[in-house]
């Protein structure tokens, strides 16, 4: 499918918004595909170690962008949020395991 101009301005308009919701991307890969019933536009983004992957249907490109948009901004919150719960339950962890070493005493 060619992109119209104003399409492509979309694009990268919606992908630079993705770095408010996560600093760390990667990469992020836009394709599109027109058949009888519309379009579609499905988006994979690269975090780290993982690919996180949306796809959306509407009526027209546009439409399909912002809905694959929508919900990977959800999909890099929730994404950011258990990161985050994993460091603080590491940290936790550790703290535990310290608390329960022996202290040495000096005499």
């Known amino acids: 499918m060619n992109l119209s101009e104003a399409l492509k301005a979309r694009v990268e308009k919606e992908l630079l918004q993705f770095?408010?919701?996560?600093?760390n991307i990667v990469y992020a890969h836009v394709r599109f595909e027109d058949d009888k019933s519309g379009s579609?536009?499905?988006?994979?983004?690269?975090?780290?170690?993982?690919?996180?992957?949306?796809?959306a249907k509407?009526?027209?490109?546009?439409?399909?962008l912002e809905g694959a948009t929508d919900r990977m901004k959800r999909q890099i919150k929730e994404y950011?949020?258990?990161?985050?719960?994993r460091k603080r339950r590491a940290i936790s962890t550790q703290q535990a395991v310290?608390?329960?070493?022996?202290?040495?005493?000096?005499?």
């Open 19 to 23: 770095e408010r919701y996560f600093e």
């Open 58 to 64: 509407a009526d027209n490109p546009f439409a399909a």
């Open 80 to 85: 950011n949020s258990r990161l985050k719960e």
């Open 40 to 55: 579609s536009a499905r988006l994979d983004v690269k975090v780290y170690g993982d690919v996180l992957t949306i796809s």
């Open 98 to 107: 310290e608390e329960m070493r022996p202290k040495d005493t000096e005499e």
